[in-house]
């Protein structure tokens, strides 16, 4: 029996596990994972104020409760009480039903998230997952694409161009980066035999995918900050130039919707690169060395300890990087992230036929294919390096800096380096005297 085939008979006898609970404890485990991330949420507010106010070297919430950390229930009560104010232009039903559609999917998404092992809950042997099945990463997948929805129709129903636009850039922000996000997860596919996010965490008892597949992670956390509109990725929401964006015109609880799906999508994607890529609930080394780390209710506080690593850098992000511009967001998009996925898919193809073929050993497969990333990367550095001279032979060697478009009589483009004189009404279009211009003009 060769690895892949133990593998998936191994897959199969754990989702054998799942879909055999009672319903009140399928009703108590939905409600604990509901409460979980509300309080997870408001946890991750109060945590983005105090680090980049120590980042900023300012203070932060600290009145409300012990250091602070009731200030994000009261601003949640606030917007609860505020007046409700609905556009004159608006369409009043896709209005309202916008925010639900943003936030609703965020919440279905934990529905496949594996947060321990089989632990007892009131007697009964259930694993602390609500439910898995062969599928599960593709239904994460296409749950957490459904928020686009949400956004699209709050740009569009509020009547108002701003928020028009923000929707329209967030549509072909998300678009764009969720293909970058969806390759990233082949390797995974490949190297777990299965698509059950159960199996992908019990494929990373000795290794963890993160240092298997270094590229993956890597695009994956990148594609994941661009998936969640978050800083330096925000073009959705910039202030400079939408002013807030898709939900300009939303006020009171529906902003609160809005900001809430924004923190739980956070949340999501960084339990879903967990879950890849860092062994999920199991515990890293060297507290896996402890026999009981991977028993019982400890595994949910390792879960929660790499989750919260993504959470301080989407905020480590946000309060240095600056905001890109949005051909320089998408171009990054399409021209980096996608073909560098591509390649390499097609080189984990090759590592994983030659590894299950036993033709090469696991070790130096995972060798050739970071050799093979060590070269693209030169590549890409050499390049950088190769545009750079360019650009100097050109400082170093002008040809004529200043250009007419006119010159010659006929329009002609600037060659590489000239720059635009512009023309006005009384200077002369043919550079000569009087005569000579009449001259040229006559043919003669």
């Known amino acids: 029996m060769n690895p892949v085939e133990q593998s998936m ?7 054998t596990l799942f879909g055999h609970d009672p319903v009140w404890l399928s009703i108590i485990k939905v409600v604990g994972v509901f409460a979980l991330l509300v309080i997870l ?16 070297q300012r203070i932060g919430p600290n009145r409300v409760g012990p250091q602070g950390l009731l200030q994000s229930l009261m601003d949640g009560f606030k917007l609860a009480f505020k007046e409700e104010i609905f556009p004159t232009a608006a369409d009043k039903m896709v209005y309202i039903l916008a925010p639900i559609l943003s936030c609703v999917p965020a919440y279905m998404a934990w529905a496949v998230i594996p947060l321990g092992p089989e632990v007892s809950m009131f007697g009964v042997s259930t694993p602390l997952q609500v439910t898995d099945f062969p599928v599960a990463l593709l239904y994460m997948f296409a749950i957490a694409s459904m928020g686009i929805y949400g956004i699209v129709l709050a740009g569009w129903a509020s009547g108002s161009t701003y928020p028009l636009l923000g929707g329209l850039r967030s549509s072909a922000q998300m678009i764009s980066y ?4 969806g390759l990233s997860f082949v390797g995974v596919f490949l190297f777990a035999g299965t698509m059950s996010t159960s199996g992908i965490v019990n494929g990373q008892i000795d290794l963890w995918f993160g240092l298997m597949l270094i590229p993956s992670f890597v695009i994956y956390t990148i594609a994941m900050v661009g998936e969640t509109n978050r800083a330096p990725f925000d073009l ?4 400079s130039e939408l002013v807030g ?3 300009t015109e939303y006020s009171t609880m529906k902003f609160a919707l809005f900001f809430l799906a924004e923190y739980i999508n956070m949340l999501t994607v960084s339990a879903i690169a967990t879950t890849l890529f860092l062994g999920g609930w199991r515990a890293p080394w060297p507290i896996s060395l ?34 890109y511009r949005y051909d320089q967001f998408m171009r990054f998009g399409w021209k980096v992230l996608i073909p560098a996925s591509i390649a390499w898919i097609l080189i984990l193809a090759v590592i994983r036929t030659l590894d299950v073929e036993g033709t090469w050993s696991h070790t130096a497969l995972i060798a050739i294919g970071c050799g093979v990333i060590f070269m693209l990367i030169l590549f ?3 390049s950088r390096v190769g545009k750079k001279e360019r650009k100097k032979f050109v400082d170093e060697h002008p040809i004529e800096r200043d250009y007419k478009p006119f010159a010659g009589g006929h329009p002609v483009p600037p060659l590489p380096g000239q720059h635009h004189v512009p023309v006005t009404r009384k200077s002369n279009v043919i550079e000569g005297t009087t005569e000579e211009v009449n001259e040229e003009v006559r043919g003669g």
């Open 380 to 382: 890409f550095v050499r």
């Open 9 to 15: 008979i191994e897959n199969e006898q754990t989702l």
């Open 290 to 323: 402890w026999d009981g780390a991977n028993e019982g209710w400890f595994p949910i506080i390792w879960f929660l300890a790499k989750m919260f690593i993504f959470v301080f850098i989407f905020i480590w992000l946000r309060g240095t990087l600056p905001r």
């Open 245 to 247: 964006g898709f939900h």
């Open 178 to 181: 969720e293909i970058a996000m």
């Open 236 to 239: 959705p929401e910039a202030e």
């Open 41 to 56: 949420v408001l946890f991750t507010i109060w945590l983005e104020r105090r680090v980049v106010s120590w980042m900023q």
